[in-house]
């Protein structure tokens, strides 16, 4: 049972329209969210996290906002540059950002077009 | 600093052959950790370690051992390969239990036939 979802395995985005990832997830002690970008033959990086007492979280070009009603999250890129074009993981966890023990969605590809 | 860096790149196996990955870190991170990333898959933690001397289990620990002799060396052995566990293996280390901190290495990928 998938407890963390990507629904889309793939997106293309031209050059500097936003992009806009998304992921659900079924376990509601989950508390703490975590995007990560991964680079073919590279192992992944991290890229922006968040809180479940927040809905939103920004740093330069990319926002995580939190739907805990709805048990998703989103992550947008403004503006989408060539850069991005990545494979990009939702994880989760239960217990904070000190929990070591991460649930990983599929990951969804996307190519940013110049 | 080379960061963390993972021998071989790329291995085949067969069928009951032993191996061990080897993983090492030169930034004196306490934890490190090992996943896997099957086709089409997101990571999943096997085994993880928060200092030499100290393993616990993760999500997928069968058929698989580690040991933590020293803070920089965290390898990974299979014991009898299986063709269920081609896939790409990912060692990873971080200064505390943050995963925000957490650095990969480029991978590891393994066929075994």
């Known amino acids: 049972d998938q407890q963390v979802k990507q629904n889309s395995p793939s997106l293309s985005v031209q050059e500097g329209r936003i992009s806009i990832l998304n992921c659900d997830y079924t376990?509601?002690?989950?508390?703490?969210f975590l995007w990560y970008k991964k680079y073919p033959a590279e192992g992944p990086t991290f890229l922006i996290s968040i809180s479940s007492i927040k809905d939103k979280n920004e740093d330069g070009r990319f926002t995580v906002f939190l739907n805990k009603s709805a048990k998703h999250l989103s992550l947008h890129i403004v503006p989408s540059q060539p850069g991005d074009s990545a494979v990009y993981f939702c994880a989760a966890s239960v217990g904070g950002a000190g929990s070591y023990q991460l649930t990983f969605g599929k990951g969804t590809k996307l190519s940013v077009i110049p | 600093n080379a960061g963390v860096t993972q021998t071989p790149k790329f291995q085949v196996l067969k069928t009951g052959q032993s191996m061990t990955l080897q993983c090492a870190q030169d930034m004196n991170h306490e934890y490190m950790s090992w996943y896997r990333q099957d086709p089409g898959m997101g990571l999943r933690l096997i085994h993880y370690?928060?200092?030499?001397?100290?393993?616990d289990q993760g999500e997928v620990p069968n058929g698989y051992n580690v040991s933590r002799s020293t803070t920089e060396d965290f390898p990974l052995r299979l014991l009898s390969a299986a063709p269920s566990q081609t896939s790409v293996y990912f060692c990873?280390?971080?200064?505390?239990?943050?995963?925000?901190?957490?650095?990969f290495g480029p991978g590891t990928r393994l066929l075994v036939l």
């Open positions: 990873a280390s971080s200064y505390g239990p943050s995963q925000e901190t957490q650095y």
């Open positions: 370690s928060v200092g030499a001397g100290i393993t």
């Open positions: 376990n509601s002690m989950f508390d703490y």
